[in-house]
C-alpha cells in the first residue's frame, strides 16, 4: 500500500502519464520506456488502492492542459482499476492490465489527438495508426522477455475490440485482453471531445453490455457497476437551484456534495435524496475538484475487507491445521468444521462416491460414516481447496478451474483398482500447486501449454507447463507446499517428481509424471512421447493394476471432462 498519499501524488500520476505518451517522439530515451510504464501501472494500482474515490473522479473531469489522448490514456487506466479492483485481481494482475492500457497509445498520441480533431490523417499518420499496436510492442521488445505477456495482449487488442462488439459471436479466450479491451471502449466513448459525441460512463456501460455476445466481458462489466454504484464521483448534481459536486455516499446512505462556486471556499453538504446527476466528462480547471477534495476525512471512509478474502484466509488456516495421518474424533472435526456450514454442505456431496447408490449423506456425523475417518481429513482438506480454487480471482479462471477438474478426474481414473491409496490425498498437492500459480505465477498463467518431449530432458517438466508456465522456482514452491500440506506424503512425491532426474525416480513419482503426461494426452490425443516418458506411462499403470495402457485410454474415453479443456 502507497504511504502518505497526497493530492500531488495524484497530479503527478497524470503528469508523468503525460509524459510517457510523449518518448515516442525522443528516440534516445526509448530505452526508458518500459522501466517508466512500469513504474507507472504499480503507481495506477496503488493509488486505486489508496485513494477510489479520486481515482474514479477523473472519468468526469477533462484536463485540457494534457490534451485529448492523455485524457483518454488516464480515463483507460482508472477503468481498468475498477475492472481489477471490482473483479478482485491481484497487483501483478491488476498492473500488467494497466501495463498494457499505458502501451496502447504509446506510439500514436498526436494521431489519436487529429482524430479526436477531425483532423485527416497523411498517409503516413495512417501507417503508424494500423501498426500502432505492432510498434508499442517492439519498443517493449527491447526492454526484454519480461515485457512478453503486455507484448501479448498488444497483439490481440484489436481483434478482441472488435470481438467485443461483432455479431455473430467471435470467440475469445484471454481474460486479460478482453478487459483492456473493455477499458479502452469504455474510455473512448466517455472521454470528453470538443466536437462532443461523448456519453456519460453509465451509458457507455449499458450501450456495450447489451451490444458484446461476450459472457466475461458482461460479467465484468457487472462487477464495475456493482463496484462504483450509481453515480460517478465528481458528477454535477443540481439540487435546490444550485450546481454541486457528488463525491461520496457515506455508510447511512447519505450523499456527501460541495459547492464549488467559490474559489475562496469549498461548502460541504451532506443529505439524503435523490440525486439527478448529470455525469458525461467535462472541461475542469479547479485543482480542488481535480486533486484536494478527495483526500479530505468527510469521504474517507475504511473499507473492511472482503468476505471472500477472510473466508480463504480462515480456509488456509483450517488446512494447514488438518494433518491428513491423524484420525479426528467426531466431535473434534465437529468443532473444527462448523463455523463454516457451508464446507459441511460440500462435504455430504463429496461423500457420494463413497455410497454404492451414489447418495450425499445426510449432515457431517453421516458423512464422516460413509466415508470412514481415517479417510475425512484428506477430503476435509479436498473440499477447502476446491472452496478456494472457486474464490480465486483471475482473468483465466474458468480455464484454470475445468483443467485442474479435469487432471483431479484423471488422478481419480488413475487409481481405480488400487484401494491403498485415497485418490482425495494425491489430489491435495495438486490443488496447492495451482493455487500457487495463481497467486505467485499470475501474470505467465495462459491457456498454452508448454510441454516438451524431449528425449534428452533429464527432470520431467513441471506440473506448470500445463498451465503455460514454462519456467519455475522451486524453492518458493516447495516452501509454500511444505507449508501448507507438508505432511502430505504426495506432495514429496509431487516435488520430487520435478526436483529429480528421471533415473532415481520412485514409483509414486513416477505416477506424479504419468499424470502431467495423461493430461497432456487427454488435450493432445496426438501427442508422442520419448522412450522414457512411454516407459514411465508404463510403470505407473502397472503399478496402479491397469493391464495396458490402451484399457486406461479406453477408460477415460469414457470419462466425463470438462468443455474447454
Not at 38 to 67: D, F, I, T
Not at 93 to 121: D, F
Not at 164 to 183: E, H, N, Q, R
Not at 306 to 316: E, F, K, M
Request: hydrophobic letters at 40%.
Amino acid at each position: 500500500m502507497m504511504e502518505n498519499v497526497t493530492p500531488r501524488e495524484l497530479a503527478r500520476l497524470f503528469d508523468s502519464t503525460h509524459q510517457l505518451l510523449k518518448l515516442y517522439h525522443q528516440k534516445q530515451k526509448w530505452s526508458q520506456i518500459f522501466p517508466l510504464l512500469s513504474n507507472l501501472a504499480e503507481r495506477y494500482y496503488l493509488l486505486y488502492q489508496a485513494c477510489p474515490k479520486g481515482m474514479q473522479a477523473q472519468l468526469s473531469l477533462y484536463v485540457p492542459n494534457h490534451g485529448y489522448t492523455t485524457n483518454l490514456v488516464v480515463n483507460q487506466c482508472v477503468v481498468a482499476c475498477i475492472l481489477c479492483r471490482s473483479l478482485n485481481y491481484n497487483q501483478a494482475i491488476s498492473e500488467q492490465i494497466i501495463s498494457c492500457c499505458l502501451a496502447n497509445y504509446l506510439c500514436v498520441q498526436s494521431q489519436s489527438n487529429k482524430l479526436a480533431a477531425g483532423q485527416t490523417l497523411t498517409a503516413q499518420d495512417k501507417k503508424l495508426w494500423q501498426c500502432r499496436h505492432q510498434l508499442a510492442a517492439k519498443l517493449l521488445k527491447d526492454s526484454g522477455p519480461h515485457t512478453l505477456s503486455i507484448q501479448h495482449l498488444l497483439a490481440r487488442l484489436n481483434k478482441y475490440k472488435q470481438a467485443l462488439l461483432s455479431a455473430p459471436k467471435i470467440m475469445i479466450y484471454d481474460g486479460a485482453t478482453t478487459l483492456v479491451a473493455l477499458a479502452n471502449i469504455i474510455a473512448m466513448n466517455t472521454t470528453y471531445r470538443e466536437s462532443g459525441g461523448h456519453i456519460s460512463v453509465h451509458k457507455a456501460l449499458a450501450d456495450i453490455y447489451l451490444r458484446t455476445p461476450n459472457e466475461f466481458a458482461q460479467n465484468a462489466i457487472k462487477a464495475l457497476i456493482a463496484h462504483i454504484g450509481p453515480y460517478i464521483p465528481a458528477s454535477e448534481v443540481k439540487y435546490a437551484e444550485q450546481i454541486l459536486i457528488y463525491l461520496a455516499t457515506d455508510e447511512h446512505g447519505r450523499h456527501i456534495l460541495v459547492d464549488a462556486s467559490r474559489p475562496e471556499k469549498i461548502r460541504w453538504h451532506r443529505f439524503k435524496a435523490s440525486l439527478t446527476i448529470f455525469d458525461k466528462q467535462r472541461h475542469c480547471k479547479d485543482t480542488r475538484l481535480l486533486y484536494t477534495v478527495w483526500f479530505s476525512e468527510n469521504i474517507n471512509f475504511a473499507e473492511s475487507q472482503p468476505i471472500n478474502q477472510q473466508r480463504r484466509q480462515h480456509y488456509l488456516e483450517l488446512i494447514s491445521s488438518l494433518k491428513v495421518s491423524q484420525e479426528y474424533s467426531y466431535r473434534g472435526l465437529n468443532k473444527l468444521l462448523s463455523p463454516y456450514p457451508e464446507l459441511i454442505t460440500q462435504l455430504t456431496v463429496a461423500s457420494k462416491p463413497y455410497n454404492k447408490e451414489q447418495q450425499r449423506a445426510k449432515d457431517l456425523r453421516h458423512c464422516l460414516s460413509m466415508v470412514g475417518y481415517d479417510n475425512a481429513p484428506a477430503i476435509i482438506q479436498k473440499v477447502l481447496f476446491q472452496r478456494l480454487v472457486a474464490t480465486t480471482s483471475h482473468p483465466l479462471f474458468q480455464h484454470i478451474s475445468k483443467r485442474l477438474e479435469n487432471m483431479v478426474r484423471i488422478i481419480q481414473a488413475l487409481f481405480k483398482h488400487t484401494d491403498s491409496i485415497q485418490f482425495e490425498q494425491v489430489t491435495l498437492p495438486l490443488y496447492a500447486y495451482v493455487l500457487y500459480l495463481c497467486e505467485h505465477q499470475a501474470t505467465s498463467i495462459s491457456r498454452k501449454t508448454v510441454f516438451e518431449q524431449a528425449e534428452e530432458q533429464v527432470i520431467s517438466p513441471p506440473l506448470a507447463c500445463l498451465f503455460g508456465v514454462s519456467h519455475l522456482n522451486q524453492e518458493p514452491l516447495t516452501a509454500y507446499l511444505n507449508q501448507l500440506i507438508g505432511d502430505n506424503s504426495w506432495t514429496q512425491y509431487l516435488l520430487g517428481s520435478e526436483q529429480h532426474k528421471k533415473q532415481t525416480l520412485d514409483i509414486n513419482e513416477k505416477h506424479w509424471v504419468a499424470i502431467k503426461l495423461f493430461t497432456y494426452y487427454v488435450f493432445q490425443p496426438k501427442a508422442l512421447f520419448s522412450s522414457w516418458q512411454e516407459q514411465i506411462i508404463f510403470d505407473s499403470l502397472s503399478a496402479a493394476g491397469w493391464q495396458s495402457k490402451a484399457d486406461f485410454y479406453a477408460y477415460l474415453k469414457n470419462c466425463e471432462f470438462a468443455d474447454n479443456f
